[in-house]
């Protein structure tokens, strides 16, 4: 399977709040109780967009990576595979991916946020 990380840019924010929004919303929801302004402004003020990432398989958009490299180890914020695409080994291919750019940067760990 053959993905390609294609960086997200600015104008392509509100697909980006959708997406992560359509991932982590029911986990968020039956925890803290969902809002919209809240987690739109903690997307903006406490991520940088250059850490974000549209998973592509061919021309199609499977999922949306959030990384970055953070001393030693590189840390997933956000992978998450679009509801249309799961079960097909995505996740598993992604996470392959980043275990490979962290070891070419000399990164010692990966490490990765998660809901579940």
């Known amino acids: 399977m053959k993905l390609v990380l294609e960086p997200i840019v600015k104008s392509e924010f509100e697909d980006l709040f959708v997406r992560i929004k359509e991932g982590i919303f029911p986990y968020v929801d039956a925890v803290f109780g969902w809002d919209d302004k809240f987690q739109r402004q ?13 998973v592509k398989m061919k021309q199609d958009r499977v999922g949306v990576l ?13 992978l998450i595979v679009f509801p249309e695409w799961r079960q097909r080994n995505i996740g598993t291919s992604i996470m392959a991916f980043v275990q490979k750019k962290a070891r070419e940067s000399g990164c010692t760990a990966v490490t990765l946020s998660s809901f579940k």
């Not at 003020?45 to 250059?50: F, I, M, T």
């Not at 959030?66 to 956000?78: E, G, P, Q």
Request: with cysteine.
């Open 42 to 54: 903690s997307l903006e003020n406490e991520y940088s967009l250059d850490w974000f990432y549209w």
């Open 66 to 78: 959030c990384y970055k490299r953070h001393n030693a180890s590189c840390h997933v914020h956000w």
